[in-house]
Structures are given as C-alpha cells and as structure tokens.
C-alpha cells in the first residue's frame, strides 16, 4: 500500500491533480465526495493495472459538466473509438480551455490513432518511472 501510495502521489504531477486515490479509497468515499476516473494505470512494479481517480470536496457546476463529458469520453477512450473520445475531450477544452486532462487524454489519442495499442489494451497506461 505504500509503494502504490507513492506511485499516485507521483501521479499527480502526470494527471495534474493535487489528489489521486486508488479505486480501493473511491469505493470508500464515493457516496460522500464526487470522484472521477482519471485512468486505468499498471505503476512500475506491478502487473496489474490499477484504476486511479481525482476527488473533490464538492463540483461546482462547470465542474459537474466537465465531470460529465469526461466520463462520456473515457468511455469512447476505453472502447478504442479515439476519433470521437478526441471530439469529446475536445468539448472539454470548448468549456474549459486550459483543462490539462482533457489535453493529455487528446494527445494520448492521437498517438493510439497513429499507433493503435495492442488488441489486449483495456484502458490502462503503463508507466515507466516511479
């Protein structure tokens, strides 16, 4: 549990995020505090990958929207229809300009458009470093 909070507290500066939980933690305190899924990652030491989410205290209501059409967009991430989670992330950036998920989620779509990710990919992202 120590090494994987590690992992997450260096995630933060990937996803820029102050907070990252494991699914563990969401399961926890998702009745009480909004919790979104910011990916499904397999951290340096593991195998397996992990979901991870960013949590808040409460959303404002460009944050519940945002919120919204993240979750429609991961959704068309994690089904490999890149075109449209690029147009739906795009949405994202059409409300909230400087949204640096939503520009990370772009980038990482083109690059699987260009280079399609293997036929086992579920999501997850595998990092590299600690």
Known sequence: ???LASRLEGLTKVYHEPIIISESVQRKIS????????N??????KSAPVKIYNVKKS???QQKLIWQQHEKAMELYIARDFEGAVNGFQEILDT????ALAKLYIRRCREYLENPPPDSWQGEFVLRSK
């Open 96 to 99: 909230k300009a400087n949204d």
């Open 40 to 45: 499904r990652v397999v951290v340096k030491g």
């Open 59 to 61: 959303l404002d209501a």
């Open 31 to 38: 009745a009480i505090y909004p919790c979104r899924l910011l």
């Open 1 to 3: 549990m120590v090494n």
